[in-house]
């Protein structure tokens, strides 16, 4: 850990008494006042309004019950979860997490990422995420409607278009969206569209939403390459999961002339030296939401599966890690850089622990946050919004290219931000700085709220 800035230290040590055991929540805190000194130095008027403070402290926590009934005729309880962290640039925006892993620990630490994310897409969009320990994986689409519906029963007190808008995460896709949208309307006999984002087409979605956070990592990672006089052509690829995220940065980065050879679930991973095939991959996690080993098992030819391990032990150039937190531990930055990685950008939120972070800095490897790298999905849930609010719809091409610029804007902006401050080059620094100081400056303009 590197030594906080005395000014920060204070707010960092009562973040982890008040949060006692929130883990996630201190390591997501620590790693953005880790790049805060510069801000102290100069935004003084930040410390008088005591922003720091109001930063780390949720406007509103949400814990609910929420009870359904299993296909079997059984009642079955998880717990739902809504953290509303900071509404200063918009209405709470953020997505929804069903993994039995969810607690309110880790709803924290997302919603705080969330927040500094949204303000960099430069959107009207504050910060919040939400979620539930309950496991969609092997569910029935009914049990999976009446968890959604029960989980909405609640929820919809606190959301609405001008006041909290849901989305997607792990385990929440068009299906959950679906089912979650269909209770709100019912409850509250309104069709609010900009209610949720990451709608099916026919019925308030935005072409690209789908596709939107994988391409949006590859369009940065195509800006960081870029600027060091190099492409995507002919790179090797490796891409942790294999969900909405992982899906469609290998198709942009197939599309962009590399080869992704490598990807993975949460019970192993493949490698195919050929290039991932993308349409039985996709007919096999999203269609039959199988496993990635059926991957080896009907691809056939030269496909490896290796059932638990470290996807990280395969050779590539760039690594982009688009599972879950945590994921890309010191090990597995130490196996990418011996075996020659240039190049890691975070598609998931916060897959690398801090010790992975500094041997990932060491060994040189262009690195880059989630909170940057992966905002695509969440500006193009603004793009939603507008098309919402406008009752527009715009076209595929049109709002790809939305998307390329929004990439554009915010790699540069990292960039620029850090160069301001005394960091050029730091990625992490300048995402980190530029999110805190837009939230900062609209928290002081609106006052003790
Ligand atoms: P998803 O569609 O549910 O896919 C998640 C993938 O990660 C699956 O392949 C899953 O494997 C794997 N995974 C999940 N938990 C794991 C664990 N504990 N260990 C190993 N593998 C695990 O979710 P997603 O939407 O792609 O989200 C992936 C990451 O991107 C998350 O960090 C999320 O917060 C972040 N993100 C998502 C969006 C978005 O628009 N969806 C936007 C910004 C950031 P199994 O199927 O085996 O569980």
Redesign the pocket.
């Given at each position: 850990m590197l030594a906080l800035d005395p000014a920060l230290q204070p707010v960092y040590d009562e973040v982890v008494s008040r949060n006692p055991g929130d883990t996630e929540f201190h390591q997501a805190v620590l790693e953005v006042f880790e790049s805060l000194a510069p801000v102290v130095a100069k935004h003084p008027e930040y410390a008088d309004a005591a922003i720091m403070q109001r930063l780390v402290e949720p406007e509103r926590q949400l814990i609910f019950r929420v009870p359904w009934v299993d296909d079997a005729g059984c009642v079955q309880l998880n717990r739902g979860f809504r953290v509303q962290f900071n509404s200063a640039l918009g209405p709470f925006k953020g997505?929804l997490?069903f993994?039995p892993?969810v607690n309110v620990g880790i709803i924290k630490f997302?919603g705080f990422e969330q927040t500094f994310?949204n303000a960099l897409t430069g959107m009207p969009i504050g910060g919040g995420k939400g979620g539930a320990d309950f496991d969609p994986?092997g569910k029935s689409d009914a049990e999976v409607m009446r968890f959604c519906q029960s989980y909405m029963t609640e929820l919809h007190r606190h959301i609405g278009e001008h006041t909290d808008v849901p989305?997607?995460?792990?385990?929440?896709?068009g299906r959950e969206i679906g089912y979650l949208f269909g209770q709100y309307k019912r409850l509250t006999n309104r069709y609010e569209s900009g209610v949720l984002t990451?709608k099916g087409i026919g019925w308030g979605g935005s072409l690209v939403?789908r596709e939107?956070?994988?391409y949006g990592a590859v369009f940065f990672v195509d800006e960081m390459l870029r600027r060091h006089g190099q492409s995507l052509e002919g790179k090797r690829v490796v891409v942790?999961?294999?969900?909405?995220?992982?899906?469609y940065a290998i198709e942009k980065a197939h599309q962009l002339g590399a080869t992704v050879v490598a990807?993975?679930?949460?019970?192993g991973y493949v490698v195919d030296a050929r290039g991932i095939d993308l349409e039985l991959l996709t007919d096999i996690?999203t269609v039959r939401r199988g496993?990635?080993s059926q991957y080896a098992d009907e691809r056939g030819g030269a496909v490896s599966y290796v059932a638990g391990g470290s996807i990280w032990d395969v050779p590539c150039y760039i690594a982009l890690p688009?599972?879950?937190?945590n994921?890309l531990d010191d090990r597995g930055a130490r196996a990418l850089a011996s075996n020659g990685a240039q190049v890691v950008a975070e598609?998931?939120?916060?897959?690398t622990t801090p010790a992975g972070v500094r041997v990932l800095r060491e060994a040189g490897i262009l690195f880059a946050p989630?909170k940057a790298v992966?905002?695509?999905?969440?500006a193009t849930?603004a793009l939603e919004m507008q098309q919402n609010a406008s009752r527009d719809s715009w076209s595929f091409e049109h709002t790809e290219q939305r998307l390329a610029e929004i990439m554009r804007q915010i790699h540069d902006r990292c960039l620029e931000t850090a160069e301001e401050y005394g960091v050029p080059d730091d990625y992490v620094a300048g995402a980190n700085i530029a999110g805190v100081t837009q939230v900062a400056d609209a928290m002081l303009a609106l006052g003790v709220v």
């Open positions: 997505g997490r993994h892993s997302l994310k994986k989305a997607g995460d792990i385990g929440v896709g990451g939403r939107a956070t994988g942790s999961g294999s969900g909405n995220v992982a899906l990807c993975s679930d949460s019970g996690k496993r990635i688009c599972a879950t937190q994921e598609g998931a939120n916060m897959p989630g992966n905002a695509g999905g969440v849930s």
